[in-house]
């Protein structure tokens, strides 16, 4: 059971990234999956979290509509879209998922009660000013 996220980097604000995360070893239809980020000397928040089997999407403040999460359910993947980037976004971004599908928003809407189980290692977005 792996999920590989991808597609960080460095860029400048107002720029764009795409992330990707890949889960391998398990399929992501009857889970909850979730884009997480957590920036030096903070918690770590919800970005966008998924119900993959039929895509329903929560969105969390932090990315004030300028994030798309989406999925490829051939590819097992989801992917987050960050366009208009500023430096607050900068943080590694984790993707995670949970086979408890029916509390997929929950696990954004409050991530220091609902923690999902399986996570992948993080990758660095970085935004320069």
């Given amino acids: ?12 604000a107002g720029g764009s990234l795409r992330l990707s995360c890949a889960a391998s070893g398990f399929n992501l239809e009857w889970h909850s999956i979730g884009w997480f980020r957590q920036a030096p000397g903070k918690e770590r928040e919800g970005v ?6 039929d895509g329903a999407l929560y969105d969390t403040d ?6 798309t999460m989406s999925r ?5 993947t989801v992917y987050l879209q960050m366009n208009d980037l500023t430096p607050e976004d900068t943080a590694v971004y984790y993707c995670a998922a949970d086979q408890r599908n029916t509390a997929w928003s929950w696990f954004c809407r409050n991530p220091k ?8 290692k993080g990758t660095q ?4 000013s």
């Avoid at 059971?1 to 400048?12: C, E, I, P, R, S």
């Avoid at 932090?62 to 994030?67: A, C, L, T, Y």
């Avoid at 490829?72 to 097992?76: L, P, T």
């Avoid at 009660?113 to 996570?119: G, K, R």
């Fill in 113 to 120: 009660d609902y923690v999902m189980n399986f996570w992948g």
């Fill in 1 to 12: 059971v792996q999920l590989q996220a991808f597609g960080g980097g460095l860029v400048q």
């Fill in 72 to 76: 490829n359910e051939a590819k097992n």
């Fill in 48 to 53: 966008s979290c998924m119900r993959f089997k």
């Fill in 62 to 67: 932090s990315n004030k509509g300028r994030f």
């Fill in 125 to 128: 977005v970085t935004v320069s």
